[in-house]
């Protein structure tokens, strides 16, 4: 096929394309230009990302990363929606009340997700700290302070370090990019906010 003929096809094409994103909806909007009486149609396509990655174990990273980010996603926004609920009701009631209130609601969550949390596997978990983190703007030995007290963030890091968590560390973009990426292809599947 010569170099004519293929460019003509890609007009083809490209007329056929835009036919079809016109017929199915997608937003259009119509520009005069201003040297002519002619209208010109422009449309506006949604943003694709491309992945590309050189290597298989890059793709490997990218596919097991995007796995244990779904699997987590739910308790993450679970955890996120507790921590905001939480904060309201101590600064909206008395200190013993605030108290009962965190052992009832802590009894009740261990009920529902004692046993399914105990199935994560540690590179899961290790998912789920930094999304907490990521979500909640604190480290997560910093929750388990603000909500449990001192000595019990200090024994929960003794055993985090013991399968090779930090629950200090603070969550960083930059060093998590693989995180990022997978987050932003997720997109409004992903939807932590708590509104």
């Given at each position: 096929?010569?170099?004519?003929?293929?460019?003509?096809?890609?007009?083809?094409?490209?007329?056929?394309?835009?036919?079809?994103?016109?017929?199915?909806?997608?937003?259009?909007?119509?520009?005069?230009?201003?040297t002519t009486?002619?209208?010109?149609?422009?449309?506006?396509?949604?943003?694709?990302?491309?992945?590309?990655?050189?290597?298989?174990?890059?793709?490997?990273?990218?596919?097991?990363?995007?796995?244990?980010?779904?699997?987590?996603?739910?308790?993450?926004?679970?955890?996120?929606?507790l921590y905001?609920?939480?904060?309201?009701?101590?600064?909206?009631?008395?200190?013993?009340?605030?108290?009962?209130?965190?052992?009832?609601?802590?009894?009740?969550?261990?009920?529902?997700?004692?046993?399914?949390?105990?199935?994560?596997?540690?590179?899961?978990?290790?998912?789920?700290?930094?999304?907490?983190?990521?979500?909640?703007?604190?480290?997560?030995?910093?929750?388990?302070?603000?909500?449990?007290?001192?000595?019990?963030?200090?024994?929960?890091?003794?055993?985090?370090?013991?399968?090779?968590?930090?629950?200090?560390?603070?969550?960083?973009?930059?060093?998590?990019?693989?995180?990022?990426?997978?987050?932003?292809?997720?997109?409004?599947?992903?939807?932590?906010?708590?509104?």
């Amino acid at each position: 096929m010569n170099a004519s003929l293929r460019s003509l096809w890609g007009f083809v094409i490209l007329i056929i394309a835009a036919h079809n994103l016109s017929a199915q909806g997608f937003k259009k909007d119509t520009v005069l230009a201003t040297t002519t009486a002619d209208t010109m149609q422009t449309y506006y396509l949604p943003e694709v990302d491309i992945v590309n990655f050189k290597t298989s174990d890059e793709w490997r990273e990218y596919y097991q990363t995007m796995s244990r980010v779904k699997k987590v996603m739910p308790y993450v926004k679970i955890a996120n929606q507790l921590y905001v609920e939480l904060q309201a009701k101590e600064e909206n009631s008395k200190r013993k009340e605030y108290r009962h209130y965190r052992k009832d609601l802590e009894k009740e969550m261990r009920t529902k997700f004692e046993k399914e949390l105990r199935n994560l596997s540690i590179s899961q978990g290790k998912v789920l700290v930094k999304l907490i983190n990521r979500e909640t703007g604190n480290n997560c030995y910093k929750i388990i302070k603000d909500v449990k007290g001192g000595f019990n963030a200090m024994i929960w890091q003794m055993v985090a370090k013991r399968y090779d968590y930090n629950l200090k560390e603070n969550y960083n973009p930059k060093n998590e990019k693989m995180i990022e990426l997978v987050i932003k292809q997720l997109g409004k599947d992903y939807n932590v906010s708590v509104q």
